[in-house]
């Protein structure tokens, strides 16, 4: 294989060949790309809320031992933090800093929920069951939404 050697004025006129043999631009590819660049930067607004702790990856051997329930995990954003417990048919939590808001459960088969977040910062949920998901909180101030997770 030759390796060619380029030039500004060889490469804009390879440029401009490729551009005249692609034609116009039709109304369907236009309308593609206006979508696509419409959802560019939809969740710009939402922080990100990483998983800071979950009791799962603690180490020892008395969390074997453990019954199913009272995994507790923390998510931790720029502004806010979002602490859950799992019982055993539900998730409950608090937003902290507290704040009354909204939260949406997403789940990655399309399971999709809400519920109120209250003055205090509680919060409860039903995962879908061996789903995962994540949560959309809006509070205030507070936009943001969380790794996935199976909870």
């Not at 008395?62 to 998730?91: I, K, M, N, Q, Y």
């Amino acid at each position: 294989m030759t390796m060619q050697s380029w030039d500004d004025d060889a490469m804009l006129r390879e440029m401009a060949s490729a551009l005249r043999e692609a034609g116009h631009l039709t109304g369907r590819v236009r309308a593609a790309g206006d979508a696509a660049w419409t959802w560019r930067g939809i969740d710009e607004e939402l922080e990100l809320a990483a998983l800071t702790y979950d009791s799962l990856l603690r180490a020892g051997p008395e969390l074997r031992s453990e019954s199913a329930g009272g995994r507790t995990v923390r998510f931790t954003g720029p502004s806010a933090e979002v602490h859950l417990e799992r019982e055993a048919d539900a998730v409950v939590g608090q937003l902290v800093p507290p704040r009354p808001g909204r939260l949406t459960v997403e789940g990655a088969r399309g399971h999709h929920a809400e519920a109120e977040i209250d003055e205090v910062g509680c919060l409860s949920f039903t995962p879908p069951d061996g789903e995962p998901v994540r949560l959309r909180v809006r509070a205030g101030t507070v936009d943001l939404v969380t790794d996935w997770i199976r909870i």
